[in-house]
C-alpha cells in the first residue's frame, strides 16, 4: 500500500519549452503533497507544499511563476516547469502524505529525471 | 525546524549491525523522528517513524533517548542490497532533509 507515481520518469527538453511532470497517490488519497529537486550527489531540496484545492505554498528561493504546481484532486499534484533552462536539469520527487501535517509518513514517487538542452 | 546532524558515511560487512545515530538538538516537541532510504536515482523510501523510546519494524529499529536530542537506527544484519543513503528527519509541519548517511555494505 501507499504507493506514489510519477510520470514521465525522465524527460529531456530543448531550452525555453515548458515540462509538466504528473505525481499521482495510487492507493490513498493524499492531502499534502510535495515536490522536492535533487541535484547529483547532493540531498533532497523541498520546493513546495500543496494541499488539494488550494495554492502551493513555496519554500524561499523557489519560484513560483517558474515552477507551477497545481494539486486538482487529492490523487494528482502536477509541477509544470516554464521555460526551462538547462540549469533547471534535476532530478524531481514528489511525496504524498494522507494528513495535513508530518506525523504521517510522506510516500515518496521514484522521481523524474529532466535534462534541458 | 530541527537541524540533524549524522555522519557523513559508514562501512560495514554483511551480515552485521549496524547502527547509525543522528543528533536533532533542538528537536521541538510536536516532531517526530523519521528515517528514510535512498537508492540513486530512485526516491526515498520510509523505513521507520517515532517519538520516543523504541520502535521496531520488520527491517529496523529506531532508539530515542529520553531527551530526544538524538536518535539511532539499527539495521539488523545487512547485506549489499543495504548500500544506500540513510537520511534522518526531524519535523512536524516541513521536513528538511540533511546530508544524509552513506552507508556501504561490503561483502
Request: with cysteine.
Amino acid at each position: 500500500g501507499a504507493v506514489v507515481s510519477q510520470h514521465p520518469s525522465w524527460v529531456i527538453c530543448k531550452s525555453g519549452t515548458s515540462v509538466k511532470i504528473e505525481c499521482r497517490s495510487l492507493d490513498f488519497q493524499a492531502t499534502t503533497m510535495f515536490w522536492y529537486r535533487q541535484f547529483p550527489k547532493q540531498s533532497l531540496m523541498l520546493m513546495a507544499t500543496s494541499n488539494e484545492g488550494s495554492k502551493a505554498t513555496y519554500e524561499q528561493g523557489v519560484e513560483k511563476d517558474k515552477f507551477l504546481i497545481n494539486h486538482a484532486s487529492l490523487t494528482l499534484s502536477t509541477l509544470t516547469v516554464t521555460s526551462a533552462h538547462p540549469e533547471d536539469s534535476s532530478f524531481y520527487i514528489c511525496s504524498a502524505s494522507m494528513t495535513s501535517g508530518f506525523t504521517d509518513t510522506q510516500y515518496f514517487g521514484p522521481g523524474t529525471r529532466l535534462t534541458v538542452l | 525546524l530541527a537541524k540533524t546532524t549524522q555522519p557523513i558515511s559508514m562501512d560495514s560487512y554483511e551480515g552485521q549491525e549496524v547502527n547509525i545515530t543522528c543528533s536533532h538538538n533542538n528537536i521541538a516537541t510536536n516532531d517526530y523522528i523519521t528515517w528514510y532510504q535512498q537508492f540513486p536515482s530512485q526516491g526515498p523510501r520510509f523505513i521507520i517513524q517515532g517519538y520516543k523510546t523504541k520502535v521496531t519494524n520488520e527491517v529496523a529499529s529506531l532508539f530515542i533517548p529520553a531527551d530526544r536530542k538524538s536518535s539511532t537506527l539499527s539495521l539488523p544484519r545487512v547485506s549489499l542490497s543495504d548500500t544506500a543513503v540513510y537520511y534522518c528527519l526531524a519535523g512536524y509541519s516541513t521536513l528538511t532533509f540533511g546530508k544524509g548517511t552513506m552507508l556501504l555494505v561490503s561483502p
